[in-house]
């Protein structure tokens, strides 16, 4: 990160590790061992130690068969009881949920995607496991505070079988979830900066388990380097990718069956998305009421240029606009600072009130470090998007307070403590 004056350095660490697929809450620490009772003799307390290692060395050989195991079959066989959702199975030990892909990634040998960039679009689909004691909003890893050193798909969403397929079996697939799950609706998620393939997989499965989506869900994956030194990198790979996504869209719009549309963005995700559609727009004004809903969470975009160049195009192909911001996200706070100027999803200079978009704010909702993955970890935003994709609601029809900005300007807030 050479480019950046050598105090912002330290900013971002503290404010962009992990930003985009936000942090998981920590359980407290376990409290330090304590020494033998006096009336313990030395050997007994090593032959305690000794078998307690040897049990941990048991459970541990007996999750990576059972790992193995998962990866040869999938997972345990549903319940008779199918789930209505053609997304999801469920199991006896924990559910699994079926995701579709298309990524610009490179693929490597064995079948996993990094951050290179690829030379053309690959297409798949994940089955990722969800524990029966998932919460929502959480996407259920491993923690060192429970001495959790590896995945669990009765603990934990790990991904248990993933493939990749030429384009038309992509659609064919698309086509045959619509028709299983008697869904006309199908989203499109673009994950943001410093987040792995996998991790975006597991994110889109979350969003996919917590609202009950029986339609298709799709994550684009663009080459995010998954690092905080890779921020530069990114900025240049979602620039980079802008063509492939809406390339990606376009075919999308025009073959997957699907007649309602819902585009999702998180932070700098937006950046690519926004663009690509804004292009599309002016492209093939045919497009014009294709995609029902553009939602922008979070976003990392400057807010000047949105209003400016971007908001006019989107909202000339698309009247159905909804931008989550907060006043508490330091992640947008740092990209401010590194930017010089005010990000679209950062609300603490201002609330962005853009025409043709309804603008929620969020603040006050996420109690993790960062305050940035609130679309996704947020019980009342998850809710709030549910209402908006699921039931076809708009602000003044989810229970959400209007706010005036001027004379003309409004737009709408969480009520953090409602009225019962």
């Known amino acids: 990160m050479r480019w950046l004056p050598r105090a912002f350095v330290p900013l971002l660490a503290a404010v962009l590790v992990g930003a985009q697929v936000g942090c998981s809450h920590l359980a407290p620490v ?27 060395a048991r459970a541990e050989a007996e999750r ?41 990634r490179k693929e490597s ?31 259920d890893r491993p923690s060192m505070w429970r001495l959790e050193f590896s995945e669990d798909p009765r603990k934990h969403m ?51 388990y917590d609202l009950d989506f029986q339609g298709a869900p799709v994550f684009y994956s663009w080459p995010s380097q998954a690092s905080l030194e890779g921020y530069t990198v990114d900025e240049a790979n979602v620039e980079w990718c802008t063509l492939n996504l809406k390339n990606f869209l376009l075919d ?10 819902y585009l999702i963005a998180h932070s700098m995700g937006n950046r690519a998305l926004t663009r690509a559609v804004a292009a599309l727009f002016t492209e093939h004004p045919e497009l014009k009421g294709r995609f029902k809903e553009i939602i922008l969470t979070a976003p990392d975009i400057d807010a000047d240029v949105f209003k400016r160049e971007i908001a006019p195009k989107l909202a000339a192909g ?14 947008l706070l740092a990209s401010k600072k590194v930017h010089g100027y005010p990000r679209l999803g950062d609300a603490a200079t201002g609330i962005a009130v853009v025409p043709g978009v309804e603008t929620v704010d969020a ?16 019980g009342s935003v998850l809710k ?17 307070t209007e706010k005036q900005v001027g004379a003309d300007g409004r737009y709408w807030k969480f009520e953090l403590n409602p009225v019962p």
């Not at 376990?30 to 941990?56: I, K, L």
């Not at 079959?73 to 924990?94: L, Y």
């Open 30 to 56: 376990p409290a330090p061992m304590t020494s033998p009772p006096p009336e313990v003799s030395e050997h007994e307390a090593n032959e305690a130690a000794r078998a307690e290692v040897e049990a941990r």
């Open 64 to 104: 990576a068969q059972r790992r193995e195991s998962f990866a040869r079959t999938g997972a345990p066989r549903p319940t008779p009881a199918a789930s209505r959702n053609p997304n999801v199975a469920r199991g006896f030990e924990f559910d699994q949920v079926r995701v579709f892909f298309a990524t610009d």
């Open 109 to 139: 040998a064995i079948g996993e995607f990094g951050g290179d960039r690829g030379a053309a679009i690959t297409y798949g689909s994940l089955f990722i496991s969800v524990p029966r004691g998932h919460q929502i909003g959480a996407t």
């Open 158 to 208: 790990v991904i248990v079988r993933r493939s990749t397929f030429p384009r038309d079996d992509f659609i064919a697939d698309i086509r045959e979830t619509l028709a299983r799950g008697g869904s006309e609706a199908s989203f499109v998620f673009v994950h943001g900066y410093n987040v792995a393939f996998d991790d975006a997989a597991r994110r889109t499965a979350q969003i996919t």
């Open 252 to 261: 999308y719009a025009q073959n997957c069956g699907a007649k309602d549309i």
């Open 318 to 331: 698309c009247d159905k606009i909804t931008l989550y911001v907060s006043d508490g996200d330091k992640a």
């Open 363 to 378: 603040s006050g909702l996420d109690t993790s470090f960062l305050e940035h993955s609130y679309f996704a970890e947020s």
């Open 384 to 400: 709030d998007i549910r209402r908006l994709v699921l039931e076809g609601l708009r602000a003044a029809q989810r229970g959400l």
